[in-house]
C-alpha cells in the first residue's frame, strides 16, 4: 500500500513536492538575526553543495534550529504523551551536534507527510514503538551537518582550516585559541554551502547516546509549564461535550433540551454525527448540560450482545480450521507422533487504554481557515480529516501538536473521531469561536476503542523425552485493522498482521508448528492496546510453553533455551532476567516465573516473584526485566519504559476488564474499571543488553511480559492454569 493509497482513503491532499525517502536532503536556511535553520525536503528541490538563501523555501519545516542566543530547538516530529520522544531525538542532535544538554529546547512539527513522515508508515504519526528507530540516523544526520556548517563558518571566519577546529558543548574552538558559540556563528553558517554528507560519531565517541541525558520536558511539567490540549483557554472558549449513545451503534432518534437549556452558562444544543452537542461557557454548566439532556436513541443497528455472548460465539469457532497465518512441518503427523498432548482454550476481554488526559481537541473555524490544538498521534490523519469535514485546502488548516497525558494507542486512530467530532461541532455552530471538545472519564471508559476480546486454543504434544513435537494455535478475535486504510497493507489472505504477532512469530524450534485465524465481526470499536496483539499472544504461547515445561519435568528456563539457538536476542536476554533473578535460589515464601517476549523489534524477558496471600490475593513483589533494544539512546528513558509498560501490563493482567451486558458497558470510571495501584507496584530491576544493534522501540515491549512471568509463578506455586483473564477470574490456593 503506498502513501497515496493512505490519502485517497482518509481524503488527506496530496503532498506539493515528491515523496521523500530515507535517502533525503537535508536543508539549511537562514536569514540576518534568524541564525540557523536546519531541517529536511525532498531532494528535487535541493541540490548539496548550494548556498542557502537568506529567505529560503525550507524554513518551515526544520528540524534543528538555532538562535543567536545559542539556543538549540530541535523540531519534534512525534507526539510526546510521556514516553519520551522529545528527549530521545534531542538527544540525537546534541550528540552529532556536539551541544550542550542546557542549549536544548524542543517544539513539536506542524502537520506535514513531505517533511515528517514516519518511514513505517509513509505518513506523521508514531505507534508500534517507531518513534526513535525511524528517526534514529535523520536526527543524527541534522545534527551532524548543522555542526559541520558551523565548523565551516568558523573556520572561513577565523582563516583557519577546519581540521584545527573542536566543538564541544556548544562551543566551536579553533587551536589559534579562537572560539564563538552557536549562536554566533549561527548566521553565518546558514550562508555556507550544505555539505553532501557528513559523517557520524562512532560509538566510541558517544557523549549522550548510551548515556544519561536528563529528560527535556521534566522542568516544564514540574512547574507546571507544559501545556496540554486541556490548557488552552482563548478569548470568548466554550466548551463542548456529547450525549453519546449507550450502545454501540445507535443514533439520535430525537432529543429534549428543554433542561439542559435552562442551565446557566449553555449557550447552544445542536445535534451531531456522534450525538447531542452541548456548548456552553464553562466546563460545570457543559458536564451538567450533557446529564440533563434527554435523548431517545434508535438502536435498531446497535450492538446488543454481552460480553459472555460474544465469547460463546467466538469458542464455537475454536473447533474449525481458520485462515492459516504460518504452517511449518506437518501438525497432524507431529501430534501423532507425541507421547504426550495438552489443549488449552484462553479468554481475553475487552481493555481500555484509561490515559490519565481522556480525548479532547480545541478548535478554532471560521468558515475560511482553521486551528487545531490536539495531542495528535497520527498527524497527517488528524489534519486530512479536518480538512475534509471542513471542506479546507490543506494550507488553511493549522495543526498543533501539544503535550498529551498518555495514550497507550488511544490517540491514534484511523477514524480520528475525536478530532472529527470537534470539526463537526465547530462546523455545526458556525460562528468563529474557539470550542473546546472534552471527554469525561466516563465517556472515555464507555467510548469504545478497547482492545478486542480474544479467545485462543493452544495444542501442543510432547515427544517421549519432553521435547515439543507439534503446536496448533487457534485464534478467534475482532480485527483492529478491518475498514481502515491499514488493511490493504497488513491484512493477508484474511490473517490481521496484528491478531497473530507474538504467536505467528514464535521463536521456538518446534519442528511442526501452524497458527490460524479466525476474524469475527462486533458493533464495539476496537483499537491497539498497548503492544496490541503481544497483550494476549505473548500470555497463551509463554503460559503454554511453562505448562509443557511442568509436564516434561523440566526447568522452563532450561527448557526454553534449548529451543532458541537460532534466536540469540531472545536468549541472551533470558539468560541476563535469569542470572540477576537469581534463578535456582527461590525467596521461602514467593513463587517466581519466567517469560520472554519480543515485540516491535525488541525482547524482553521477566523473573516475577509473586507471593499469594491465604484468601487467594495476589501480590507481585519483585520483577526484574532484562530487555535488548539495540542501541539504548536513553538508558533512563528504556528503563523507565520498561517500568511504565510493566505496571500498565500488571494491572491489566491482574484486574482489567471491560464488560458489556446487552450491549451496554458496565463499567464507568476507576472505581470499576481498576487500574494498579501505587501500593500493588512491584519492585522492578531493569538491566539493559549492552548492543551495537540498531535501536528499536521501548515504549510497547515492556507491557506483555509481566501476565505470563506472574502467571507462571503460579503454575508452578499452585498447579493452577491462567487461562481466563484478569488473574482475580481464577481460583488460586486458599479461594473457595
Request: aromatic share 8%; net charge neutral; glycine share 10%.
Amino acid at each position: 500500500m503506498t502513501e497515496m493509497d493512505i490519502r485517497s482513503i482518509f481524503a488527506m491532499p496530496s503532498p506539493k513536492a515528491p515523496d521523500a525517502s530515507r535517502r533525503t536532503f537535508l536543508k539549511i536556511s537562514g536569514g540576518v538575526g534568524a541564525g540557523l535553520i536546519l531541517g529536511l525536503a525532498a531532494p528535487a528541490s535541493f541540490g548539496a553543495g548550494d548556498a542557502v538563501a537568506a529567505e529560503g523555501p525550507f524554513e518551515p519545516n526544520p528540524f534543528v534550529k538555532i538562535a543567536p542566543d545559542n539556543t538549540v530547538t530541535v523540531i519534534i516530529k512525534h507526539l510526546d504523551k510521556g514516553q519520551g520522544a522529545a528527549t530521545g531525538l534531542s538527544t540525537l542532535v546534541a550528540e552529532e551536534l556536539d551541544a550542550s544538554h542546557d542549549q536544548i529546547r524542543t517544539e513539536f512539527a506542524p502537520a506535514d507527510a513531505v517533511k515528517y513522515k514516519n518511514f513505517a508508515f509513509g505518513v506523521q504519526g508514531v505507534g508500534g514503538s517507531t518513534g526513535l528507530p525511524n528517526s534514529y540516523e535523520q536526527y543524527r544526520k541534522a545534527g551532524a551537518i548543522a555542526r559541520a556548517m558551523l565548523v565551516a563558518a568558523a573556520a572561513k571566519a577565523w582563516g583557519v582550516d577546519t581540521s584545527t577546529i573542536t566543538v564541544k558543548g556548544g562551543v566551536v574552538s579553533s587551536s589559534s585559541g579562537k572560539s564563538a558559540t552557536f549562536g554566533d556563528l549561527a548566521e553565518k553558517a546558514a550562508a555556507e554551502p550544505v555539505p553532501a554528507d557528513a559523517p557520524l560519531k562512532d560509538a566510541k565517541d558517544f557523549q549522550f547516546i548510551g548515556k544519561p541525558f536528563p529528560r527535556v520536558d521534566s522542568p516544564i511539567k514540574v512547574r507546571g509549564e507544559a501545556k496540554y490540549t486541556i490548557d488552552h483557554q482563548f478569548d470568548g472558549m466554550l466548551i463542548a461535550t456529547i450525549a453519546r449513545p449507550p450502545l454501540f451503534g445507535a443514533k439520535v432518534q430525537s432529543y429534549d433540551a428543554s433542561d439542559a437549556e435552562k442551565i446557566k452558562g449553555v449557550v447552544k444544543v445542536l445535534q451531531v454525527p456522534q450525538g447531542v452537542a452541548i456548548l456552553a461557557t464553562s466546563t460545570w454548566a457543559a458536564l451538567k448540560a450533557q446529564r440533563a439532556i434527554k435523548v431517545s436513541w434508535d438502536e435498531s443497528q446497535a450492538e446488543k450482545r454481552s460480553s459472555s455472548e460474544i465469547i460463546a460465539a467466538y469458542k464455537a469457532k475454536l473447533d474449525q480450521q481458520g485462515a492459516v497465518a504460518k504452517s511449518v512441518g506437518n501438525v497432524e503427523d507431529g501430534f501423532k507422533s507425541a507421547g504426550k498432548v495438552i489443549e488449552v482454550d484462553f479468554e481475553f476481554p475487552y481493555l481500555a487504554h484509561a490515559p490519565m488526559e481522556p480525548m479532547d481537541c480545541v478548535i478554532r473555524f471560521d468558515g475560511k481557515s482553521a486551528e487545531i490544538w490536539t495531542g495528535s498521534q497520527l498527524q497527517t490523519v488528524d489534519h486530512g480529516t479536518a480538512c475534509s469535514i471542513l471542506n479546507l485546502k490543506p494550507e488553511n488548516v493549522q495543526l498543533h501538536t501539544v503535550w498529551a497525558g498518555g495514550s497507550f494507542g488511544r490517540r491514534a486512530i484511523a477514524d480520528s473521531h475525536y478530532v472529527r467530532e470537534a470539526c463537526e461541532v465547530a462546523k455545526a455552530y458556525g460562528k468563529p469561536v474557539p470550542i473546546k471538545v472534552l471527554w469525561t472519564r466516563e465517556d472515555d471508559v464507555q467510548g469504545g476503542y478497547y482492545r478486542p476480546i480474544y479467545v485462543h486454543r493452544v495444542k501442543a504434544g510432547l515427544d517421549q523425552d519432553g521435547n515439543i513435537v507439534a503446536w496448533r494455535h487457534r485464534i478467534v478475535g475482532q480485527s483492529i485493522l478491518a475498514g481502515t486504510p491499514f488493511e490493504k497493507m497488513m491484512v493477508k489472505d484474511g490473517v490481521d498482521a496484528t491478531s497473530v504477532e507474538g504467536a505467528s512469530t514464535l521463536p521456538y524450534a518446534i519442528p511442526n508448528f501452524e497458527v490460524d485465524l479466525h476474524t469475527e465481526k462486533t458493533g464495539v470499536p476496537v483499537l491497539w492496546w498497548r503492544s496490541v496483539g503481544a497483550t494476549h499472544t505473548a500470555h497463551a504461547t509463554e503460559h503454554m510453553i511453562d505448562m509443557l515445561a511442568k509436564e516434561a519435568g523440566k526447568d522452563p528456563v532450561a527448557f526454553r533455551l534449548a529451543m532458541l539457538k537460532d534466536h540469540p536476542r531472545h536468549a541472551g536476554v533470558l539468560k541476563l532476567a535469569a542470572e540477576k533473578a537469581g534463578w535456582g535460589q527461590p525467596t521461602p515464601g514467593l513463587l517466581r516465573g519466567v517469560a520472554v517476549h519480543e515485540s516491535f523489534g525488541s525482547f524482553v524477558a521477566n523473573v516475577a516473584d509473586v507471593r499469594l496471600h491465604d484468601d487467594g490475593t495476589i501480590k507481585v513483589e519483585r520483577v526484574v526485566c532484562a530487555v535488548d533494544c539495540g542501541v539504548a539512546v536513553n538508558p533512563d528513558v528504556v528503563a523507565a519504559q520498561m517500568e511504565g509498560g510493566l505496571g500498565y501490563g500488571l494491572g491489566a493482567a491482574l484486574k482489567g476488564a471491560i464488560t458489556l451486558k446487552d450491549g451496554a458497558v458496565e463499567q464507568t470510571n476507576f472505581d470499576g474499571y481498576e487500574v494498579l495501584r501505587m501500593s500493588e507496584m512491584p519492585h522492578v530491576e531493569v538491566h539493559i543488553v549492552p548492543s551495537v544493534e540498531k535501536p528499536s522501540g521501548v515504549g510497547e515491549p515492556g507491557t506483555p511480559v509481566v501476565l505470563p512471568a506472574v502467571a507462571n509463578a503460579l503454575l508452578w506455586g499452585t498447579g493452577v492454569r491462567s487461562t481466563v483473564m484478569p488473574l482475580r477470574q481464577q481460583k488460586y490456593k486458599g479461594q473457595a
